[in-house]
């Protein structure tokens, strides 16, 4: 599965390799089932940068 958000929408997200669109919370839009869950964290850049300073910064085109 490769997740790629659809243009015009709040969030909507499509998966590239079978074509099905997800909601913000996980859930088919265009049929039945919903992702896993994955346990993340929030931090601010600060915290994050001091611990990983590799990360690089991404920016929609």
Known sequence: ????????????ARDSVSGALWDFEGHSISGDGSLDFV???L???????????????????
């Open 39 to 41: 346990t993340s964290y």
């Open 1 to 12: 599965m490769q997740l790629e958000l659809v243009p015009g929408d709040a969030f909507v």
């Open 43 to 61: 931090s601010e850049w600060y915290g994050w940068s001091a611990y990983h300073p590799a990360t690089t910064i991404y920016a929609l085109p």
